[in-house]
């Protein structure tokens, strides 16, 4: 996007707020020429012949109603702004049309010259609380059926006045007083993780951390004099020589040797029991039944 607004034919706007001026007389309250753009504030009560004026008249003719908002300044006697802005498609022009009102005072609706007005007369309605005369149907469009206030007033709560949540004993939506535990809070912007002292909604519900263990006591290390039980420096010559490597190697070995009396090994079937159900029992007894065939065969 090129520019942050939409962009119209440069260089009109002194003959506009002359033109305007001279047309309008004295339903024009004031007329100005701010950041490239021409604001016209309109007696209240004269709105509607002067949006016609504006509409019809050569060399201004805004025929299109692009938007209506609204503005609170709570200071001031008539603390709300209506404001219509225009555009004129036959001159690529836009205007700024506003009114002052407060909360009792009604603006004359202008739905006889743009019927898109009805809806955003209650938009304004709605978001401001300002009265419209004349507007067939002036009634909330954004908010709930039962909202109390009017939420783009300054001096309307950001929690608002009642809350909407499902019962379980009725069965229903229902709307409840908002109940707050205290109406402003002191912030001392300080991060919880930069050693905050409080404790912070819901850290109450958080496991106690397990207190950090002692370090144990460092003991006292008696440097020995054992040469060859000193680590050595990094390239040092070993202390050891050959001829006492060669001789504990040969210690090793013969402690792994095996010192038994008798070797293991089996001359008969004897040391083994092989033959026998157990090793101690004698000669099978001869079985009367069974009576030995001749030759080879069983039991031969």
Not at 170 to 181: D, E, G, I, N
Not at 274 to 288: E, I, R, T, V
């Amino acid at each position: 996007m090129r520019a942050p607004a939409p962009r119209y034919t440069p260089g009109l706007n002194p003959d506009v707020i002359e033109l305007a001026t001279s047309t309008l007389g004295g339903m024009l309250v004031e007329a100005t020429d701010l950041v490239g753009e021409v604001s016209l504030t309109i007696d209240r009560a004269q709105i509607v012949p002067a949006m016609i004026a504006l509409r019809d008249t050569p060399g201004l003719e805004y025929q299109q109603l692009m938007e209506i908002a609204g503005v609170d300044y709570p200071s001031r006697p008539e603390r709300f702004d209506v404001v219509y802005c225009l555009l004129s498609l036959t001159r690529n022009h836009r205007i700024r049309v506003r009114v002052t009102t407060d909360e009792v005072q009604p603006v004359p609706s202008v739905t006889d010259i743009w019927p898109v007005a009805g809806w955003l007369e209650r938009e304004v309605y709605d978001m401001y609380g300002v009265l419209f005369s004349g507007n067939p149907d002036l009634r909330r469009i954004l908010t709930d059926y039962g909202f109390r206030g009017h939420p783009q007033r300054k001096d309307f709560p950001l929690s608002g006045f009642v809350e909407l949540r499902y019962s379980e004993e009725a069965k229903r939506v229902v709307y409840q007083p908002v109940a707050l535990a205290q109406d402003f809070r002191n912030f001392d912007f300080m991060s919880p993780w930069e050693g905050a002292e409080y404790v912070l909604p819901g850290d109450e519900k958080a496991p106690m951390p397990a207190p950090a263990p002692t370090p144990p006591t460092p003991q006292t290390v008696t440097p020995s004099t054992n040469v060859a039980a000193q680590p050595q420096a990094k390239g040092a010559q070993s202390p050891v020589t050959a001829d006492q490597l060669q001789k504990a190697d040969a210690a090793a070995a013969e402690k792994q040797v095996a010192d038994v009396d008798k070797p293991k090994v089996s001359e008969d079937t004897g040391d083994t029991g092989a033959g026998k159900p157990h090793p101690d029992d004698g000669p099978a007894p001869a079985n009367p039944d069974v009576v030995p065939s001749k030759g080879k065969g069983q039991n031969q």
